[in-house]
């Protein structure tokens, strides 16, 4: 997968970057990390089917327009537009042959370009304009006086065609994967053959149908998409169900551990053991426990952990095993397609624990059916340990991306660090090098 975008606030310039089973941000602050997570969260839920794609959902909230569009300074001013783009595999595709030609398309599979185009829409950074490609062939779409208007361009045929229908007025109140997909299905139906058809109109139309095939296979694969702000849930005394609800701090995933071990003794037990492992691997615990405080599913329970003999309530055994359990359960627990955008899991964690993280994150992308990670991460310890994973076989250097962010005045430029089999960096760049050793620098007193 491919994300891109071009005046997407501190972006402002064209930038892309590959998404890998483990990819990991690194830089200074303020230089686009969590600007870079929210769109890429953004597309992962536009083209998940949300009904309500928004830039202002927990943990990322990046505010109007104003706030969005890329400011150029001086008389430049705020740009006008901006765009996001993502880029995919799709398989399962199915031949499609237009009536009027030979076959159109015998792919089975195909890389998908799908890009939004964001304008100001009374405040909020809304869609305006959908371009969606497969190799060779693309379809744009937009409104123009109260029209739903399509170019659809095929390079090997030199095709150039303007499909024009009627707009349905949800086309100017929704913005989300189902209307994209309605208007894809609207534009398609040019290809019903009809005497005053046109030979051009007819491929056009064809070409619309198998486009909305790919994009549909785009959309049939999005995983569930999980966000964690970098603090996430306190640790209590004793947790009460009712009062746990989804959220990026991760409270859900401690009410979904409270409700199975009341309610699910064999998922417990997998899970238990799971946690415990993890645990153990980071040095934060031995033995995890729920201690039911009544007898009702709606009743408090309380978290106990056991650490070199000694059991103690989580509130009394420091932060970071609070910080850290929400994503150590969610591993044990979610769908294992899932992808996690994760902002800094090194808070609270002791440097030996930050390095056992970024084995734990090696290890679960090394699984055949495994989580994406992407990790804004400050901690040299957790990128040394996937580096270590690489050189180990544990994982192929192809299976890491290391995005490193630097601020250029207004802009921010993303690099994308190559690895080789040995974890060895190949094309960092200069500022890469010396952003690591001024910290080496600091933290030796120089």
């Known amino acids: 997968m491919d994300i891109s ?12 970057a590959r998404i890998a089973p483990v990819t990991l941000l690194v830089g200074e602050n303020s230089a686009g990390k969590s600007t870079f997570l929210a769109g890429l ?4 839920d536009f083209t998940g089917r949300s009904t309500d794609p928004t830039f202002n959902k927990d943990p990322f909230y990046l505010g109007g327009y104003k706030s969005i569009a890329h400011y150029r300074g001086g008389s430049y001013g705020r740009a006008d537009d901006f765009w996001i783009g993502i880029s995919e595999i799709v398989t399962g595709l199915r031949p499609l042959r237009s009536r009027v030609t030979t076959s159109l398309s ?14 100001d829409v009374d405040g909020d950074a ?26 659809v361009t095929d390079e090997r045929r030199n095709l150039e065609y303007k499909i024009t229908r009627p707009a349905p007025s949800i086309f100017t109140s929704r913005f989300d994967f189902l209307t994209v997909e309605f208007m894809l299905r609207e534009l398609s139906l040019v290809r019903t053959a009809s005497p005053e058809k046109s030979k051009r ?10 486009i909305w095939s790919a994009f549909r296979r785009l959309g049939a694969k999005r995983p569930q998409v999980y966000a964690f702000a970098p603090v996430r849930t306190r640790p209590l005394r004793s947790y009460d169900p009712t009062q746990l609800s989804q959220s990026s701090e991760g409270d859900e995933f401690i009410a979904k551990l409270g409700r199975m071990a009341r309610v699910d003794a064999h998922s417990w037990t997998r899970v238990k053991s799971e946690l415990e492992e993890y645990g153990a691997s980071t040095g934060l615990f031995d033995e995890i426990k729920i201690q039911k405080l009544g007898r009702g599913d709606s009743d408090p329970f309380q978290i106990l952990v056991k650490t070199s003999g000694r059991e103690a309530n989580i509130i009394d055994v420091g932060y970071g095993v609070s910080q850290i359990l929400p994503f150590f359960i969610m591993l044990s627990e979610s769908n294992q397609q899932s992808i996690l955008l994760m902002q800094q899991p090194e808070v609270h964690l002791h440097p030996s624990a930050q390095a056992a993280v970024g084995t734990v994150i090696a290890e679960a992308a090394s699984r055949s059916e495994n989580p ?4 804004e991460t400050h901690s040299d310890f957790i ?28 802009n921010s430029h993303i690099y994308d660090i190559e690895i080789n089999e040995e974890g060895e960096m190949l094309n960092a760049p ?16 120089f």
């Open 41 to 44: 969260r953004y597309m992962l």
């Open 372 to 375: 994406t990670f992407v990790v």
């Open 201 to 210: 109109e007819l491929v056009a139309g064809a070409i619309v149908e198998e």
């Open 383 to 410: 990128v040394d340990r996937i580096r270590m994973a690489v050189r180990d076989k544990v994982l192929r250097p192809s299976d890491v991306a290391i995005l490193f962010f630097e601020k250029k005045k207004f």
């Open 126 to 151: 809304k869609p305006i304009e959908y371009i969606i490609s497969i190799p060779d062939r693309s379809v744009r779409i937009f409104l123009e006086d109260e029209k739903l208007i399509a170019l």
């Open 5 to 16: 975008f071009d005046r997407f606030r501190c972006f402002g310039e064209p930038q892309t």
């Open 106 to 119: 015998s792919r089975r599979s195909s890389q998908v370009n799908f890009a939004l185009r964001f304008s």
């Open 430 to 445: 200069d500022s890469y090098r010396r952003f690591f050793l001024k910290e080496n620098m600091a933290i030796m007193g």
